[in-house]
């Protein structure tokens, strides 16, 4: 049960032997779990068909390893310990034992309405404890949970109810942000009118809102679990069926739908928590994130609570009451491995120290970054200030796809760099390809970050459309999972991450496609078309810069680019939101009809002396337009 490494010289070793032996290595892990029929073999994979199985034919049910072997060791220890927005209010201690009862009983609610093995059901909810219940009851029976950010429009929720051909929606009456209430069953039901495949509608009463239930397809969550029995069995899954969906963006299209599965997900995700966090028997971990992303899923859920911790949930955002709202809860709950974001880091960098100095920080053992490249002056401050130079910050590289910490300080037992997210954890092969395709060798080159061997939780599809998969992350090197990412690696064999080689913007780290945003404006019937690009943001990494061609240059620019910001509210969600539009009269084209974003781009970042020739496009002129007009 206790799989963590406690030596950088027992890493290197481990390394080696997950290197030399991947089914020795990860069979040895996978042994420790809860298998209803052990799996017959332990990897099986085909990287050109992105065909790849892990613990094949093994029969489990991850939510047997994240509750039932904990009851009789662990049934009174907190499973979730859950901090609401308001500080004066109370905070929850949901125990294993509660939260099995929890699981099971709302397992029961789903199943009586029709909730069967293979049905995908969309989560639209606040971080309340319902919205981890909602995920582990789905899990329990069988179902494919899709949880989609609560943030997101109605426009975007339809796109994925309707891509994943869901039949239930799991939501609220609305959600605390801060001060503010944000409605969110009214958006449910915006994003229904468009939507044929669903037939209930659960609705938790967060706010006590006077909201309108629709007869015949509405039901209030506590209604639905009245009576219900509080054990329900775990339905036997295959190791490769599906646990959830996932949307993310990509550099071109609609979001895709990331699987994915049981197995090889629970190994993985159990595998990093215990490793990367070093957690023990009676530490509080905290994880910030939201689990409408990947991190909450895998470092706030299923690997926390698969390996017993206590994990907690916060339901507010860090700047309410006031900007020292993370430290506060560090130190109410005597939080001993906390994990936040670089955005987070920053804009708390931003409001002063004494936010972080008015709390006792004492109980932190590490702390940890996800999400977006940190720099190094949020790095030195998060070290000197948050950790008081005594505990390791861990910089963790992975993705949605990835399903867990791939790239990462080990605890405290590898070297930290700053800047650096370190070395491959076990099991992981990770490697620099060049322009030409071939593997880069030398040291402190950059490249397209690959990874060369499966590893348990490795994405296993896109929703409904494979060959999308295929393309996105095993055509561009034969034989290898592309990320999108560009990294350096030193002389020792550390990562550094640089950011995406794509059309991906990283906001806040979230991960938004050019494309998508484009899209978005150009459904404002003001516009003829637009090219989006990122650019350096103090607090967000990356800031939206979007620039538009309308039928003319608009005569009053902040209507017009009210307009624009409405667009993109409605078609994807605040959290798209441009930061700078600037109005031009063309966009710079290649002869074949190509915009040239990396102009684009160089104008955004302010280069404007490095923006190299111009002479092939086919507008050369326009470029110094837009030069003069760029917004700084
Ligand atoms: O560009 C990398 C960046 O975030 C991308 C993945 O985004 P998403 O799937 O939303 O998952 C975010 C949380 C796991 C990556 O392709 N990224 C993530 N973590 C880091 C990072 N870039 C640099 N350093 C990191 N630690």
Not at 84 to 99: D, S
Not at 478 to 483: D, I, L
Request: net charge negative.
């Amino acid at each position: 049960m206790d799989l963590r490494i406690k030596s950088f010289e027992e890493y290197k070793a481990k390394y080696k032997a997950s290197v030399d032996n991947p089914d020795a290595f990860w069979d040895e892990i996978a042994k420790t779990f809860t298998w209803k029929k052990p799996y017959e073999k332990v990897c099986d994979y085909n990287f050109i068909k992105a065909d790849i199985k892990w613990f094949v034919n093994g029969k489990l049910n991850i939510t047997e390893n994240v509750l039932d072997r904990h009851l009789e060791k662990r049934g009174d220890k907190i499973a979730l310990l859950w901090e609401p927005n308001n500080p004066t209010e109370k905070h929850q201690e949901i125990t294993y034992r509660k939260l099995y009862e929890r699981v099971c009983e709302f397992s029961n609610a789903l199943k009586a309405q029709g909730i069967k093995k293979g049905d995908r059901v969309v989560l639209y909810m606040p971080m309340v404890p319902e919205l981890a219940i909602a995920c582990l009851a789905c899990a329990r029976i069988g179902a494919i949970h899709s949880v989609v950010f609560a943030g997101f429009s109605a426009v975007a929720m339809a796109d994925r109810i309707n891509d994943s051909q869901a039949k239930m929606v799991i939501t609220a009456d609305g959600l605390n942000r801060g001060p503010k209430q944000i409605p969110l069953k009214e958006v449910v039901d915006e994003a229904l009118k468009s939507c044929t495949t669903i037939e209930t509608v659960i609705v938790f009463n967060c706010l006590n809102r006077n909201i309108t239930m629709q007869a015949g397809r509405d039901l209030w969550w506590h209604n639905t679990i009245e009576g219900m029995p509080k054990v329900c069995p775990a339905e036997e899954m295959d190791s490769e069926d599906m646990l959830f969906i996932l949307y993310t963006s990509g550099s071109t299209g609609k979001p895709k739908g990331v699987v994915h599965t049981h197995g090889g997900y629970m190994v993985y995700t159990t595998y990093t928590f215990q490793n990367v966090f070093q957690y023990e028997e009676n530490d509080v971990y905290w994880c910030t994130a939201d689990i409408g992303w990947i991190t909450g899923h895998s470092y706030i859920v299923y690997g926390p609570l698969s390996s017993g911790a206590t994990s907690v949930m916060f339901e507010g955002v860090p700047s309410f009451p006031d900007a020292g709202r993370f430290w506060q809860i560090c130190e109410k709950h005597k939080v001993n491995q906390f994990y936040t974001a670089p955005t987070a880091i920053r804009a708390l960098m931003a409001c002063g120290n004494e936010h972080v100095t008015s709390a006792n920080l004492d109980s932190l053992k590490l702390i940890g970054s996800v999400g977006e490249p940190i720099n190094e002056e949020a790095w030195q401050w998060y070290y000197k200030e948050v950790g008081k130079e005594k505990i390791p910050v861990i910089d963790t590289w992975w993705q949605t796809e990835n399903g867990g910490i791939m790239i990462s300080g080990l605890g405290g037992y590898s070297p930290m760099k700053p800047t650096f997210a370190g070395y491959p954890l076990p099991g992981i092969q990770p490697c620099l390809m060049g322009q030409d395709g071939k593997e880069i060798t030398e040291a402190n080159q950059e490249g397209h970050l690959c990874i060369k061997y499966p590893w348990p939780s490795i994405i296993r599809t896109t929703y409904g459309d494979h060959e999308r998969c295929i393309l996105t992350y095993f055509t561009a090197y034969k034989n290898h999972y592309f990320t999108g990412d560009g990294a350096k690696r030193d002389e020792n064999g550390m990562y550094r991450i640089i950011g995406r080689v794509d059309d991906v913007i990283n906001v806040s780290g979230h991960r938004f496609g050019t494309a998508e945003i484009e899209d978005a404006i150009n459904s404002s019937e003001l516009v003829v078309e637009s090219a989006v690009v990122g650019y350096p943001h103090a607090i967000k990494g990356q800031g939206i810069y979007a620039f538009v061609v309308c039928d003319k240059l608009p005569e009053n620019n902040s209507e017009a680019e009210g307009k624009i910001i409405a667009s993109v509210t409605k078609q994807i969600g605040k959290i798209a939101n441009p930061e700078k539009i600037q109005f031009v009269s063309d966009l710079p084209k290649t002869r074949s009809g190509k915009i040239m974003r990396r102009i684009l781009r160089k104008i955004a970042e302010g280069e404007v002396k490095n923006i190299g020739d111009t002479s092939t496009l086919l507008n050369p002129d326009v470029v110094e337009d837009i030069v003069k007009g760029a917004l700084h």
